[in-house]
């Protein structure tokens, strides 16, 4: 049997069928995978998954601004084997939704689009199928087989990514390194554009056909043995236009030594990258950061030296680390090989932002160069 799910502009939701896929009678197997999970959410199914939670394998997806610590607290609270995916970069994140249930002669799937999360299951415009199959017929044993199969065997090929959910200890770390959030912070608001006029916007706010249910409130996240500094607090994301963008980071841009016996020059020279057409030479300095005070050194060897300072909101694979002070740096000879060449005048030195950059694990991601619309001496800079 099949049926097709339609959450909230019907009057249905996928918290009933998510309780009918574990509550199969002699159940052997669960799975879940989800994209984003929250404790709330997850909240909705603790009474069904907890007569079952030695049978049930869970895949969430982390690093993804919005799976909470307090979530994972709670698979482990209800004894589920929680496996936390970590695709290691904002632009390619773990996305399946899937509910699944197995005994010796059944099996039942709910798969769509339906996060764990209060708003996958009560209250978002969400749609699935429910499926149910005799697990007896071959071709369905085939089937499930299949399906069982390609799930578990991420945990074998992909150990670093693949994490096992283990204690309070590790989700403090991953907290800390950003990839878990607090629920019971709101997040930022981000917008979807931006417009001048506000009358040409009068769309009344969706009323929908099924409303969120009461759950407990998300307690605190485990608490870190010693508080670290905190970075500069988040901020609602500012209307921001793209100025620049690399090609693959190299260990130089990263500052990275080839070996013990090379120093890093501590800055990134800024080129042409990914941005085809624009004069190197002068674009950095004459149109990028135009806004901010340029000084030319005192010295009289360096006097075609100008140096500039910028605050730059680091985020780095979707961490945000704070406001940084960076330091640039423009050659304004003209009557130089390098500029009859046409080469890259100006860098960006990373000062005490090394520590952030400097790593393998940045390698052949991209840099992208964001400037505030409202304030050009107000930049983001992302790598991912």
Same mark, same amino acid.
């Given at each position: 049997?099949?049926?097709? %799910? ?27 995978? #989800? ?13 069904? %998954? ?35 995916? &970590? ?15 197995? =005994?010796?002669?059944?099996? !039942? ?14 209250? /978002? ?13 071959? &071709? /369905?044993?085939?089937?499930? =087989? ?5 799930? /578990?065997?991420? $945990? ?40 001048? &006029? ?20 998300? !307690? ?23 100025? +620049?963008?690399?090609?693959?980071? #190299? ?6 030594? &080839? ?15 990914? +941005?085809?057409? $624009? ?63 046409? =080469? ?41």
């Amino acid at each position: 049997m099949k049926r097709f %799910l339609l959450q909230a502009v019907q009057a249905e939701d996928h918290l009933a069928p998510a309780k009918e896929v574990f509550g199969l009678p002699g159940l052997e197997r669960a799975i879940i995978s #989800t994209a984003f999970m929250t404790a709330s959410g997850l909240s909705l199914l603790q009474d069904v %998954l907890t007569p079952i939670a030695a049978h049930t394998r869970l895949f969430v997806g982390i690093r993804n601004g919005i799976t909470t610590v307090q979530s994972i607290q709670k698979a482990l609270e209800i004894g589920c084997e929680t496996y936390m995916v &970590d695709t290691g970069s904002r632009t390619r994140i773990f996305h399946p939704k899937l509910y699944f249930s197995r =005994n010796a002669t059944r099996s !039942k799937l709910l798969l769509g689009s339906a996060n764990l999360t209060m708003g996958g299951l009560r209250t /978002n415009i969400e749609a699935s199928i429910m499926q149910d199959f005799d697990a007896t017929v071959p &071709d /369905n044993i085939t089937f499930l =087989n299949d399906l069982e199969a390609k799930l /578990n065997d991420m $945990i074998v090929d992909y150990p670093e990514h693949v994490i096992r959910a283990l204690d309070a200890d590790q989700l403090v770390s991953l907290q800390m390194s950003g990839r878990l959030l607090d629920e019971r912070k709101a997040r930022p608001p981000e917008a979807a554009g931006a417009s001048v &006029d506000r009358s040409l916007d009068t769309v009344p706010r969706m009323v929908l056909k099924t409303s969120p249910i009461s759950v407990a409130k998300p !307690k605190a996240p485990p608490a870190p043995p010693v508080a670290p500094a905190a970075p500069a607090a988040m901020v609602a994301r500012e209307r921001l236009e793209q100025v +620049w963008e690399s090609n693959g980071l #190299t260990r130089r841009h990263l500052n990275i030594p &080839d070996g013990e016996n090379t120093n890093p020059t501590g800055s990134m020279l800024l080129g042409v990258g990914a +941005w085809e057409g $624009i004069d190197q030479r002068h674009y950095f300095r004459d149109e990028v950061f135009a806004g901010l005070n340029w000084v030319a050194d005192a010295a009289p060897r360096t006097a075609h030296i100008e140096r500039s300072e910028a605050s730059i909101r680091l985020i780095i694979k979707d961490v945000d680390y704070g406001v940084h002070t960076l330091q640039l740096s423009h050659n304004t000879k003209t009557d130089t090989a390098a500029y009859e060449q046409r =080469n890259s005048m100006t860098s960006l030195h990373w000062g005490e932002a090394r520590q952030l950059v400097a790593h393998e694990d940045l390698l052949g991601r991209v840099l992208r160069l964001f400037r505030a619309t409202d304030d050009q001496t107000r930049f983001t800079l992302e790598i991912d």
